[in-house]
């Protein structure tokens, strides 16, 4: 007979796809231990069941235009921070694509970001991210630096969209239908996915920079205005990725 140890380490190393063999070949074990063991794989078993319920509820817009063969998810990352760039993520699903756990990337851990953004990149037919930097925000505005990134990334995309799913905006100079969505990104797999894309790579450029600009915080706060970044631009002025426009009060 199995020990219960044995039993365990077989549970913690199964993945989603084995938890009904596991609670099948375990169900009529009567040791406590192993109960245990089949009611926690149960657990996850329900939970899993219940996020694909979401997920299949995230995909309404895309089953709504479904007649569209490549529908295009389109979000921004970094319109707020007081330093560094901001990004737009575009990026393209395949028809009935299931991605669990895609979310507002806001609402998601770091560590839970980072595997979603390269199961994106595996699954996604096309996925780009456009960047445009500080000094292009204090010329232009933020708003229409954020519509530039996005006309950016979709024109990086190596498969042209038949339709735009935006969160919140409507992109000027575009002649692709779009379908602005208020907070998309909880609404919208494709959005989603183009949120948790812009902000993983945007995260990492600002951990770059951290280490370029070094007192700022940058790792962290990801250039956001928290009450560190504000003491930090005090005690040593601005360093050559701040917007000036955003800064003002501060310097």
Not at 89 to 99: R, T, W
Not at 115 to 142: M, P, Q, T
Not at 229 to 250: T, V
């Amino acid at each position: 007979m199995q020990s219960i140890a044995d039993i365990k380490s077989i549970y913690q190393a199964a993945d989603d796809s084995r938890l009904s063999e596991f609670i099948s070949e375990y169900k009529d074990d009567e040791r406590g231990g192993v109960k245990r063991l089949v009611e926690a794989a149960e657990k996850r078993l329900k939970n899993l069941e219940k996020e694909r319920e979401r997920i299949l509820r995230l995909s309404e817009y895309e089953r709504k235009y479904s007649e569209y063969k490549y529908i295009c998810g389109i979000d921004e990352v970094g319109r707020g921070p007081f330093a560094g760039p901001v990004v737009a993520g575009a990026v393209i699903l395949p028809k009935n694509c299931e991605i669990l756990y895609i979310n507002d990337s806001k609402k998601l851990s770091e560590k839970k970001r980072e595997e979603l953004f390269l199961e994106i990149e595996e699954k996604a037919i096309a996925c780009a991210v456009g960047i445009v930097s500080w000094e292009r925000i204090d010329e232009i505005n933020i708003l229409q630096a954020t519509y530039e990134a996005m006309r950016q990334a979709i024109g990086k995309l190596m498969v042209k969209p038949d339709l735009l799913l935006n969160d919140a905006v409507t992109i000027p100079e575009v002649n692709i239908r779009q379908i602005p969505i208020i907070k998309g990104d909880a609404k919208s797999i494709s959005i989603g996915a183009a949120s948790i894309y812009a902000k993983v790579i945007r995260d990492h450029m600002m951990e770059d920079y951290d280490k370029e600009y070094p007192g700022y915080g940058f790792a962290s706060n990801k250039g956001y205005g928290s009450a560190e970044h504000i003491e930090a631009i005090r005690r040593l002025g601005p360093c050559p990725i701040h917007r000036r426009s955003f800064i003002g009060n501060y310097i």
